[in-house]
């Protein structure tokens, strides 16, 4: 079994930061890419950011220069600090894992909640 744990929500005023955390337990072998999606109440779930195992990141266009994901290998952890938070930054965030274990497989993390004052 996987489990993925996520940490670092909150409420946050506009222009704040905070810092999502995804760690990844149980029968894995190896982590291929790592990510983070949102979803807003009455939108679709969309990418905010994704890291490759060869280190390869990619960041939709709303998120460029304020977000930054990187991960912890040693630790099966992925983050996403997020800068200069705006209203409309307001979601759920998911953390996602593609791994190996008996197959290849994506994993969900629980979702946490982000909310952004303005």
């Known amino acids: 079994q996987v489990q993925l744990v996520e940490s670092g929500g909150g409420l946050v005023q506009a222009g704040g930061s905070l810092r999502l955390s995804c760690a990844a337990s149980g029968s894995i072998f190896s982590i291929n890419d790592m990510g983070w999606y949102r979803q807003a109440p009455g939108k679709q779930r969309e990418l905010v950011a994704t890291?490759?195992?060869?280190?390869?990141?990619n960041y939709a266009d709303s998120v460029k220069g304020r977000f930054t994901i990187s991960r912890d290998n040693a630790k099966n952890t992925v983050y996403l600090q997020m800068n200069s938070l705006k209203p409309e930054d307001t979601a759920v965030y998911y953390c996602?894992?593609?791994?190996?274990?008996?197959?290849?497989?994506?994993?969900w993390g629980q979702g946490t909640q982000v909310t952004v004052s303005s």
């Open positions: 996602n894992v593609g791994l190996y274990n008996i197959r290849y497989r994506n994993y």
């Open positions: 890291s490759t195992s060869g280190g390869t990141t």
